[in-house]
């Protein structure tokens, strides 16, 4: 007969398999096409204090499109990212790069995935301990690594999508996405009422560890987006960690300031 501590160790491996089955997803359809692109956001906490500025700029080169953002910290912090993808008819990433360091980040990541070799390098600073990591990892055709703001873009009508993303711990590690919707919220600008579409993401770790990050308090939160729809769909807003085990932080976008015209002509 088959103990306790036994019987717990098949519904964990029969958990994981489950888990597993249900992680098959498709790329994202490309509805809308990316192209050239200049903007700035900024970063906050939950409770509005300015964290980070951002600089985001996109370039097209034939089917490929490139996206760099990268936050200044006030800290002196740095979070830069850079991800090239192709969008013939889906979505799929091809290159991928991230730098973070600075007192905002426990770890200090050097990071670079090559998506069609399936090659991920990371090179990690914590507490004082330099690790250089160079693996052959199955990377899925539904690796999003910075391209969530442009994926929630093209979702289906529904909203749901299971798509997949490499977590650093500082170990390469394949993770699940699962896309929700959320339902509509109302905004305004200058007046004019619009509706954005919110989107739940989900993030589901595949395996035993998968089965045992809620009992202990690891798994990580949630994080939302909200999109503007219709012929032209925007980017508004997200609220989640950056980096695995982080603070949820809100990306929101920001606009330029600009003297007033008595300081520009020198008046008094």
Known sequence: MMNRQSLWIVVLLFSATLLRAADAGAPVTVRHTEGSLHGFLVLRTTDGETVAFGDLSQTTKGNSVTTHLVFHFKDGSLHDETATFSQRRAFRLLRYKLIQKGPAFPMQLDVSMDGPN????????????????????????????????????????NGEAKLSMVAFTPKPQVVTLA??????????????????????????????KGVIAPLVGKQPPDTKFWVLGGEAPAFLMSEGPLFYGGPIWRIELSSPTYPNEAKKSGDK
Do not use: C, W
């Open 118 to 157: 399936n090659q991920v390098t990371v090179h990690s600073t914590q507490d004082g301990k330099d690790k250089d990591e160079s693996s052959h990892v199955n990377l899925p055709t539904t690796i999003s690594n910075g391209l969530l703001s442009i994926l929630v873009k093209n979702l289906a009508q």
């Open 179 to 208: 896309f929700t919707s959320d339902g509509e919220e109302n905004f305004s600008i200058g007046g004019a009422n619009h509706k954005a579409m919110r989107y739940n993401m989900k993030i589901e770790i595949g395996g035993i």
